[in-house]
């Protein structure tokens, strides 16, 4: 059968020329008519970018409500009051014990002006700010959503991907001589344009969330100057990276054979390896500033902590965040017995070091836990997978006919091959695998809290959350299909409530 639905621009329509391929060195038989499974990728790709748009733009108007409510949610209140008694509780305790000993240590003098306000009292007086900044998000994000999905409908319908190809042979030919069967080179250039493309499709979105939401709500703290040469350099990195990588991968996939999908996926285990070497090295120090903690009593607690737990900690950094924004976080990086943990600025000013050394007790649960070991195989399990399945499709000439890719002189080259499949067939399998991965995600914070709370730090676990979560403006009221959906972390209240119960548990 005949397709049903083509693109505007096909390569057969188009003055196509090049002679590399997939299908060039197969023997395909060409008759001119197209699998079922061909027939339908097309719509079945269209229909499945509109079902995804309609089920997550209904999540995103429920969270819209939940950010409409105006009264301090209930249970946020029971909670963190709880905290706060507790946290008197302790206090009193501990200035009785003070005043015994007479006072030697006045290195957490941040948390006496932090417990001067009980943490209820400061949530609730950045409730409104923080149901502002999640309105401006959603409402930001759903229109991003909507051009997005237009867009790929768009580039889809017209054939702008076979275009851009036939216009990537073109230029090379004329400007760089590049010969019509040298394909690496070709999807050097094809990826150049698109990645330009993209950065400037993507340039009004990105100004805008941080020069308007983010600076309206006091978050960012960079100038254009930086925010251009971010993305200058980021341009750089990925063409020194990534033309590399790229020629590599095509390599693997035209020298494999009929089970390359093996090698590629070693050569991915051995890329994401590389990777992860280089980028705290080489990448990150390009961006930041990173230096090591000053020595005094956090730097010395932080070592004992990570004594305590078998961390082999070697360095122990502060970054400087706040040039960019006055969001906070800490993480950690490094192979075997080479640790680090690099601390933001901004964490160090917004929390007590008892706050500190419990979420980092959090983030070493993560790693004693075995999280970042697990995610690591879950990802490489992912590439192995997905490359058996790209390996099973990659031959099927009809399926890339479908999508512009019908010249009947030439091959379709592997990069679109790869690009289509990721982009197409493989997409729902992503977004149920992402789903699931969330899921996993928010089990692993639930356990790293538990970890934390063994250690002794509950209750500055708690009120380091609730800080942070005040400063970062976090949704206090999220609505619950939307953060089951979207979360990475569960709600703050959940978080809470399950380290009470561990703790009344404990009792
Ligand atoms: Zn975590």
């Known amino acids: 059968m005949d397709l049903p639905w083509k693109p505007i621009y096909t390569q057969s329509a188009g003055e196509f020329d090049w002679e590399g391929g997939i299908s060039a060195a197969s023997d395909s038989t060409d008759d001119?008519?197209?699998?079922?499974?061909?027939?339908?990728?097309?719509?079945g790709t269209v229909g499945f970018t509109v079902l995804v748009y309609v089920m997550e733009g209904h999540l995103d108007a429920r969270q819209k409500k939940a950010y409409q409510i105006t009264e301090f949610p209930n249970e946020l209140e029971a909670t963190v009051?709880?905290?706060?008694?507790?946290?008197?509780?302790?206090e009193q305790k501990e200035d009785d014990a003070k005043n015994s000993k007479g006072s030697d240590d006045n290195s957490d003098d941040k948390d006496a002006i932090d417990m001067d306000k009980p943490l209820l009292?400061?949530?609730?007086?950045?409730?409104?700010?923080?149901?502002s900044y999640g309105m401006d998000k959603i409402n930001f994000g759903m229109v991003a959503g909507t051009y997005e999905t237009f867009e790929s409908i768009a580039i889809l319908l017209l054939g702008f991907t076979p275009f851009l190809w036939d216009q990537s042979v073109r230029l090379g030919e004329t400007y760089l001589g590049i010969k019509s069967d040298e394909e690496i080179k070709i999807t050097l250039v094809f990826l150049l344009l698109q990645t330009l493309i993209d950065t400037v499709k993507s340039l009004p979105f990105e100004l805008y969330k941080t020069f308007m939401i983010e600076k309206k709500h006091g978050f960012n703290k960079?100038?254009?100057?930086?925010?251009?040469?971010?993305?200058?350099?980021s341009l750089i990195l990925s063409c020194i990276i990534g033309g590399p990588f790229v020629a590599l991968l095509l390599k693997t996939i035209k020298y494999g054979g009929e089970n390359f999908y093996i090698y590629l996926w070693a050569f991915m285990f051995f890329f994401s390896i590389f990777m992860m070497t280089i980028i705290p090295v080489f990448v990150m120090p390009?961006?930041?500033?990173?230096?090591p903690l000053e020595e005094g009593t956090l730097k010395t607690r932080i070592h004992e902590l990570a004594g305590r737990i078998q961390y082999p900690l070697k360095k122990l950094f502060v970054m400087d965040g706040s040039k960019r924004s006055s969001h906070s976080n800490a993480f950690m990086f490094g192979f075997g017995s080479n640790k680090r943990i690099v601390l933001f600025d901004t964490l160090l000013e917004q929390v007590s070091n008892n706050e500190i050394l419990a979420i980092l007790g959090h983030e070493l649960g993560h790693w004693k836990l075995g999280h970042t070991l697990t995610n690591f195989v879950v990802t490489q399990v992912y590439f192995g997978v997905a490359f058996y399945f790209f390996s099973q499709c990659y031959t099927s000439k009809d399926l890339y006919a479908a999508f512009g890719f019908d010249s009947t002189t030439s091959g379709?080259?592997?990069?679109?091959a790869l690009l289509l499949f990721f982009q197409t067939l493989w997409a729902p399998v992503d977004k149920v695998l992402s789903f699931v991965l969330t899921v996993f995600s928010r089990h692993c914070e639930f356990a790293a809290d538990r970890f934390s709370?063994?250690?002794?730090?509950?209750?500055?676990?708690?009120?380091?959350?609730?800080k942070i979560h005040l400063e970062n403006l976090g949704a206090m009221c999220p609505d619950g299909l939307y953060s089951a959906?979207?979360?990475?972390?569960?709600?703050?209240?959940?978080r809470l409530s399950a380290m009470m119960a561990l703790e009344k548990k404990k009792d």
């Open 32 to 43: 001119g008519s197209y699998s079922p499974f061909a027939y339908w990728s097309l719509a």
């Open 81 to 90: 009051s709880k905290i706060d008694s507790q946290a008197k509780h302790s």
């Open 121 to 131: 009292e400061q949530l609730q007086a950045k409730f409104k700010s923080s149901q």
């Open 222 to 233: 960079q100038t254009y100057g930086l925010f251009f040469s971010d993305k200058i350099k």
């Open 286 to 291: 390009l961006f930041n500033k990173y230096e």
């Open 412 to 416: 379709v080259p592997t990069i679109i």
């Open 453 to 466: 709370v063994d250690l002794g730090m509950s209750q500055d676990l708690q009120s380091g959350l609730c």
């Open 485 to 494: 959906y979207h979360y990475s972390h569960p709600p703050l209240v959940e």
